[in-house]
């Protein structure tokens, strides 16, 4: 499976922002995607995942109520909807699947040691 993100940007505070990942390859083989992304000198944390086929999803707290995942299997694409952007929320976003066949501690999980696949990642940066 290969991943491309896209859609990141400058914005201001308080805007919305929409970022995408297209999977290609064996996109058949995904069992969830997320999202996660990571700050100058800091670690990769987790933002939202969402389980390819079922459609459920987990959100990290700091951005439960103003972010949205979600996804079209037609196009083989997952989409994050960020509102009330804080500049907090800057950071280098990555998209990551976990491939079907293996076992996972929980439906949605939330540790990167858990995907199997990543892409290269869009900046997303807020200004106050």
């Known amino acids: 499976v290969q991943l491309q993100a896209s859609g990141g940007g400058l914005v201001q505070a308080g805007d919305s922002l929409r970022v995408s990942c297209a999977a290609s390859?064996?996109?058949?083989?995904?069992?969830?995607m997320g999202w996660f992304r990571q700050a100058p000198g800091k670690e990769r944390e987790f933002v939202a995942a969402i389980r390819w086929s079922a459609g459920n999803t987990n959100y990290a707290d700091s951005v439960k109520g103003r972010f949205t995942v979600s996804r079209d299997n037609a196009k083989n694409t997952m989409y994050l909807q960020m509102n009330s952007l804080k500049p907090e929320d800057t950071a280098v976003y990555y998209c990551a699947v976990g491939r079907s066949g293996r076992t996972y501690p929980v439906a949605l999980p939330n540790s990167p040691t858990q995907y199997d696949y990543w892409g290269q990642g869009t900046q997303v940066t807020v200004s106050s």
């Open positions: 390859g064996r996109p058949f083989s995904i069992y969830v």
